[in-house]
């Protein structure tokens, strides 16, 4: 053989290697990108692109608002409230602190890809007006809107003195609101052709927000963290799925659901907000019970078990009465280390078999969430303040698996924590 035909198949078998590396390290990458499914994203509602496609080049273009260039602006966002608590509370919190601060970020990149425009960031209580015309985003002091009375609609107003107004009812809606920006950026962009917004623009909308009812007792309150204001799961979740879900707290630590028991839920003011009907939830998450079996050691007569089933029920029926197309979410009792607890498995097998009942006749509204096994698998006595109510981490590390939860829930996926009740 030829030393040239020698060199041509060794060259020949080290391409071959190469391409059979690299088909290997892409299958690696989807079987990893697969496993990371059961984390809660902060921007779930937004679809990720795929590595493999790069992104779209970007035609940039001029941008006026009202009379004024884009570059005229700053952006002021509204001040929030985590800028007042303590620096080590703010240190511990899960998720994002200050919504509109995101709003903006988004917004002042939204204006630098298309127009290559970099606009100033302030917080409205820092903010002194000068020749710049400003953007306010979210319910600023500035006052350049009325906050709109309806968590779900959204403003985008030129006012008579050329400045923006951009405000949403929640900051959520807010987010949505810079959704029709973009959509005017990105279609001027593809057409390239300037972009405007005048005094008749029709950008303002609604956006529908998720509203998600917690109930429970004190876990769901937040017991065991360092302040049950601030850290829960519903709490926790309003700082992370903000975009697209509201969590309303109704929790009383140390209820039950038994009526003829002490410190029922039924007889709290949260639980007749909860039930007035003023408010119409796509989901209702229930997480009640480890108090009945520490009230009185199971197993029950019969007269205490019916009593549980009846109420649960009740709830049920009652929240259907003005939802009905919500989801009821019923989540069993989380793993205890706690050993003087000692019904609680009792309990949880009482609320499976309410919800394989309920589901009989409502499959679309009733979904059960194994709790304890999503508990007992993440959750070890370390992230416990006292072997029954989480510590900050165990907080955190319930609110990823509730918020991921919810999402599937609502997109139809499946999840492993998921009990089947047909």
Known sequence: ?????????????????????SCSNSGASS???SDSSDTVSESSSEPESSASEPEKPVTQISF????SDISDFDIVYAE?????YDESLRSILYGELNKDFVNATRLSDLIFKYTGTRLEIYKDVDYSRSDKKIIAVGNTDLRLTSKPSVQDEFVVKLTDSGDLAICGGIEGTTWHAIDNIESLLSSCSEKNEP????????????????RIACVGDSITAGCGSTDYRYISYPENLNRTLWRDYYFITYAVAGTTTRSDLADAYKNTPQYKTYINGAIKYDAVIVMLGINDSIREAAPWAQEGKDNFIAEFKDMFYKTHEFSENEKFIIMNCSVTYAGWITGAQYIRNIQLAIAKELYKDYPDNIV???MFQYSKANMPNSMFADGLHPNDEGHN???????QMIQDVFNANQNEYFVDLG
Do not use: Q, R
């Open 31 to 33: 079987e990893s990108s």
């Open 397 to 403: 590390v319930m609110s990823d698996g509730v918020g």
């Open 80 to 84: 929030s409230p985590t800028e007042y």
């Open 1 to 21: 053989m030829s030393k040239l035909k020698f060199l041509l198949l060794i060259s020949l078998g080290f391409v071959f290697l190469l391409s059979a590396v």
């Open 195 to 210: 972009a405007a917004i005048t005094a008749s623009s029709e950008l303002s909308g609604s956006y529908h927000i998720k």
């Open 368 to 370: 059960f969430y194994d």
């Open 64 to 67: 006026t608002v009202g009379d």
